[in-house]
């Protein structure tokens, strides 16, 4: 699939390069674009990349614990050594006492968020929206990408840049006061 979609490689050249016939190579691509069809359209069933078990588990658990401002269950999602980096900021925060004191300290607007959940780099991702000053709702703040190790949450970018990023995710540019369908309240 990758020599035919991506590199642009005719079936006859696929076929001759990996020894098989064309009836085979044309097969194979036929049941290659099934398969990703499958994982895509089980992907989007979520809102989540196509994950190992315990990677859906932690994104759906992070997005619960985010939304409640659960600090205790954030900090069991974490890998010891996580890290928080809100790029093109330098500000970068490593460790889960690190993290959680950002987010109960200088970010502790983002109490009270919403979070609607995307994919960036087949990894998952998060539209956060933050609680407006004036009570009518929620407005864009962060796209949250997690990266895992293991059993647990390796990396958290947020990425502030709302007005460019919101729009490629098809993620709406504010959310009303009422709860999201699927989003964690």
């Known amino acids: 699939m990758l020599l035919r979609d991506v590199r ?8 001759d390069l990996h020894g098989c016939t064309l009836a085979s190579a044309n097969s194979a691509l036929r049941r290659a674009r099934a398969t990703l069809a499958g994982r895509r359209d089980r992907a989007g069933e979520l809102g989540l990349p ?4 315990t990677q859906q588990v932690l994104a759906e658990r992070y997005a619960t614990a985010f939304s409640r401002y659960d ?6 999602l974490l890998h010891v050594d996580a890290t928080l980096s809100l ?20 970010a502790i607007g983002c ?3 919403r ?9 998952p991702a998060f539209g956060q929206y933050r609680p407006r000053t004036d009570g009518t709702g929620y407005e864009p703040w962060a796209l949250q990408v997690l990266e895992f190790s293991g059993d647990h949450i390796e990396s958290i970018t947020a990425f502030r840049d709302t007005a460019l990023l ?7 540019g504010h959310l009303s006061g009422e709860a999201c369908p699927g989003v964690p309240t």
Do not use: C, H
Not at 115 to 123: E, Y
Not at 166 to 172: E, I
């Open 8 to 15: 642009g490689f005719s079936a006859r050249e696929v076929a």
């Open 50 to 53: 196509a994950l190992g078990g």
């Open 71 to 76: 600090m205790e269950g954030l900090g069991l």
């Open 87 to 106: 790029p093109p900021y330098a500000k970068w925060m490593q460790g889960v006492a690190d993290i959680e004191s950002w987010l109960t300290g200088p």
């Open 111 to 113: 109490r009270g968020s």
């Open 115 to 123: 979070l609607i959940p995307t994919v960036a780099n087949g990894s």
């Open 166 to 172: 919101f729009p490629l995710f098809g993620l709406p």
